[in-house]
């Protein structure tokens, strides 16, 4: 019997690839086949995506208030759509799963008009817009949090808390112990604003710093990730302190940096808090601003209520309080401590496996449309 295709469809940035790339190595392993229908912007996340297949569909996202920009991104999600629906009917996948951005309006919009079951993956505390658009459409909506805000009554599909998928990289990192802290011993900090970087943890983390005192400042390590044009201007101000760093637009092994470091400063992604969670690190979180969600609002709460992050809203997070909160949690080992056991006990380490259950039984339930 030929193994069955799944169909993956994710918008191009790490948070959207990343979980996806975890379910297709989760699929792969019980025998499953596996293509990825994305946007142009994944060519930096993609490249190791196993696969047999990734396809580039056009897709915009439909925001501001100009109605030209919003007909325009409308009729390329329409024309994206209309592309979609000859490469399903050359796959034939069993079942189509989106992972959120708009990105994956036209495949799974366009399988529910060929009768393909759907299913979709919500990874933050708050169902994303994209997926709000497509939930009366799934067969399925599958969480990464227990409480997810926003999934619309009436639904038809399940409802099942899977937990966000975790690279396997991630699961390699997780069994790195919490490194040791030693009195005057060197203190390894990492910064990272999500997949794309954040001018913002260029401007505040590296003044932070600067405010430290010197007994302090001499044993801090900074891994930084930081956007290309601020690299040199964070790197400067770092030898000028003479703190040793490494500042660099983006890390492939970010999961093994974050197992390395004793506090992590970042924004609050999705991926951000699983990956947090399951190598169980301490971190003072950021939320982005301006959500119309708040989703990464919501993915922050839930470690900062468990004792395993600090949040702080962005108009919060100056120098002068990141370094009050840097000096204070080196200041009692303990806490840093306790705050990694509480992150590692939320980790859902077979979020994948849950997943790839759901979507074969979802594709075992259904036959050319019809449930069974």
């Known amino acids: 019997m030929t193994a069955p295709l799944i169909l993956l469809t994710a918008g191009g940035t790490g948070g959207h690839l990343f979980p996806a790339e975890a379910l297709a190595n989760a699929l792969k392993d019980v025998g499953a086949r596996v293509a990825l229908v ?68 036209p ?31 799934a067969s399925l909506i599958a969480t990464g949090f227990t409480v997810t805000k926003g999934i619309p009554e009436g639904v038809r599909g399940e409802v099942s808390h899977t937990g966000n998928p975790i690279r396997p990289m991630v699961m390699t990192a997780a069994a790195t112990a919490y490194p040791n802290l ?122 900062e209520e468990i004792g395993a992050a600090i949040v702080l809203p962005q108009a919060e997070f100056t120098p002068e309080r990141l370094a009050r909160e840097i000096q204070d949690l080196f200041g009692t080992p303990e806490r840093l401590t306790r705050a990694a056991s509480a992150a590692k006990s939320a980790g859902i380490t077979d979020a994948a496996q849950r997943l790839a259950q759901a979507v074969l039984k979802l594709a075992s339930t259904y036959k050319n449309g019809t449930k069974a």
């Open 38 to 105: 994305t946007d142009k912007r994944a060519n930096a996340y993609a490249g190791s995506f196993p696969a047999e297949e990734i396809i580039e569909i056009p897709s915009a996202t439909p925001s501001g208030r100009s109605i030209p920009q919003m007909a325009k991104a409308g009729l390329l999600l329409a024309k994206g759509t209309a592309q979609a629906v000859p490469v399903l009917r050359r796959l034939r996948p069993a079942v189509v799963v989106g992972f959120g951005g708009y990105p994956t309006v």
């Open 107 to 137: 495949p799974v919009i366009a399988a529910s008009l060929l009768g393909i079951p759907t299913a979709i993956h919500e990874a933050n505390g708050v169902l994303g817009r994209a997926n709000r658009l497509l939930a009366r459409r």
């Open 182 to 303: 030693s009195q005057g011993g060197p203190i390894r900090l990492l910064a990272f604003g999500g997949s794309q970087g954040a001018r913002v943890m260029s401007d505040v983390v590296p003044a932070s710093i600067q405010m430290l005192p010197d007994e302090v400042r001499s044993r801090v390590m900074v891994c930084q990730q930081a956007r290309m044009e601020d690299l040199d201007r964070v790197r400067a101000i770092y030898r000028g302190l003479h703190v040793a760093c490494e500042v660099e637009p983006f890390f492939k092994d970010l999961p093994q940096r974050i197992a390395d470091s004793h506090l992590v400063v970042s924004r609050s992604g999705a991926s951000t808090v699983a990956e947090l969670s399951v190598i169980g690190r301490p971190s003072i979180l950021v939320p982005l601003p301006g959500s119309l969600d708040q989703d990464q609002a919501a993915n922050a709460r839930t470690l």
